[in-house]
C-alpha cells in the first residue's frame, strides 16, 4: 500500500509542499546574500539547517487524518511514510550543503563540523516532527503551526544556558555540547515512537 502511494503521486499531493518551497526560497535567498562566502562555516550551516528544518515541519499535517483513522493503515505507518518523505528531500539538499561549506573549514575539523552540525540538524527535526505527532494524535489536523513557535523556543532555552552550552564554536566544548544534542535526538526518537502508537491501543500485561 505505502508503495502504491508513492507510485501514484497520492503522498506527494497529500502533503503540504508550500512550507517546503518557501524553504527552499529562504536557503536561496541566503546563499544569494552570501554571495558564494563561506567564512562562517558553523554559522551558515547552522541557518541552513533551520531553515531545512521550519520547512520540513508541516510535513505531518493532514487534512484527510480523521478519515484516514478508519483505514487498517496503522497511524505510525503513515506518520513515518510522510517523514521518510520529508528525510528524501533533507538529505539531499544537506549533503550538498555540506559539500559546499566544509572544504572551506579547516581540514582537521570538517569531520567533526560536518558530524556535530548533522546531529544537530537530525535533533531539531525529530523536535519537530516529535512535537507535529502529539498535535496529530490530540486532534490537531495541522499541527505544522505549532511546530516553528516550539523549535525556535527551544533553541533559545539551548543558546541561554551557561552551564550546559550547546550552540558552540569548534574547540574544546564541540564534543560535550554535540553529546547532549544526541541525548536530545534520542530523547525526541522516543517521544516521536510513543506519539505514533495507535490512540486507541491499550498497554496489556503479559500472562
Known amino acids: 500500500m505505502a508503495w502504491e502511494l ?21 536557503v536561496a535567498a541566503f546563499l544569494a546574500a552570501r554571495r558564494g562566502g563561506t567564512h562562517d562555516v558553523i554559522g551558515d550551516l547552522r541557518v541552513l539547517g533551520l531553515l531545512l528544518a521550519l520547512g520540513s515541519g508541516y510535513v505531518l499535517d493532514d487534512g484527510a487524518a480523521v478519515t484516514l483513522q478508519a483505514s487498517p493503515y496503522s497511524l505510525a505507518r503513515r506518520l513515518w511514510l510522510r517523514i521518510g518523505f520529508a528525510v528524501a528531500v ?3 539538499s544537506w549533503t550538498v550543503m555540506l559539500a559546499r561549506y ?3 573549514a579547516p581540514a582537521e575539523d570538517r569531520w567533526a563540523l560536518g558530524v556535530g552540525l548533522t546531529v544537530e540538524l537530525a535533533a ?3 523536535v519537530i516532527w516529535a512535537v507535529a505527532a502529539w498535535g496529530r494524535r490530540h486532534g490537531f489536523e495541522h499541527p505544522g503551526v505549532i511546530t516553528a513557535p516550539a523549535l525556535l523556543a527551544a533553541l533559545l532555552l539551548a543558546a541561554s544556558i551557561p552551564q550546559a552550552p550547546m550552540l558552540v564554536g569548534s574547540g574544546a566544548q564541540w564534543t560535550p555540547a554535540h553529546l547532549r544534542w544526541s541525548g536530545i535526538l534520542v530523547t525526541a526518537i522516543c517521544v516521536l515512537i510513543a506519539a505514533m502508537r495507535d490512540p486507541a491501543a491499550r498497554w496489556r500485561p503479559e500472562g
Do not use: I, N, Q, Y
Request: glycine content about 6%; overall charge positive.
Open 102 to 104: 566544509l572544504p572551506s
Open 6 to 26: 508513492v507510485r501514484s503521486g497520492h503522498l506527494v499531493r497529500s502533503v503540504r509542499l508550500a512550507p517546503f518551497a518557501t524553504g527552499a526560497a529562504a
Open 124 to 126: 531539531a527535526l525529530t
Open 90 to 92: 533533507v538529505v539531499p
